[in-house]
């Protein structure tokens, strides 16, 4: 049976609800404060629809964060180097990590938002578990490297949207060093597993 097309008006109110969460969350000092409520009537539609629409308030923050993140798959599944598969292992996880990285920093509300919602741990959630497979796959193509679980784990934290959180806003690390220093971080790691 073919999927069905969403109605025209469905579409649409999507789109405005996607954007009113976007801006809401952009904006806003803590993700607790955007609520179902402030995305319908900013979005201009019911509750219910955002309801029918996302399920609940974690499927409309996941829906955004995919939207907000398409870029970066797609770049990740089929772009060219340093994010693409034809990347070698070792240029590729230190570009899939600072583009994380960025990706947090430009969307920090809505990052912590997703993080702090779900399942009771955020290492079973949906987006964490493709990372972590990605990295965990792409180490284990770098000759004498161990653990590749234990490392994808450890390179993750380092992007985790509460310590990103921390470092720009109370730590007031600059971008470009936080950037730095998880390349730094990284090349460290790496060039551990390297044959001596």
């Known amino acids: ?7 025209k008006d469905a579409a649409r109110n999507r789109v405005a609800v996607l954007a009113a969460a976007d801006a809401l969350f952009a904006r806003c000092e803590s993700p607790d404060e955007v609520t179902m409520a402030d995305v319908a009537a900013a979005a201009g539609v019911g509750k219910g629809t955002l309801f029918r629409a996302f399920g609940d308030r974690t499927g409309l923050i996941r829906a955004l964060y995919e939207a907000r993140l398409e870029p970066v798959s797609n770049a990740v599944e089929a772009g060219p180097p340093p994010l693409g598969p034809a990347t070698p292992p070792l240029q590729r996880v230190p570009a899939l990590l ?10 920090r509300r809505l990052a912590l938002a997703l993080e702090e919602t779900g399942s009771t ?4 959630a949906e987006h964490y578990e493709r990372w972590h497979s990605l990295l965990q796959a792409m180490l284990e193509q770098i000759p004498g490297h161990a653990d590749s679980d ?12 509460d310590l990103v959180e921390h470092l720009a806003a109370l730590e007031c690390v600059p971008r470009e060093r936080m950037r730095a220093q ?12 390297q044959p001596k």
């Open 98 to 107: 600072d583009a994380l990285l960025c990706f947090k920093l430009d969307n």
């Open 121 to 124: 741990s955020p290492y079973q």
């Open 1 to 7: 049976m073919p999927e069905r097309k969403p109605r």
């Open 182 to 193: 998880l390349a730094s971080f990284t090349a460290r790691v790496l060039g551990s597993s």
């Open 150 to 161: 234990f490392t994808a784990h450890a390179l993750l934290a380092a992007t985790r949207a």
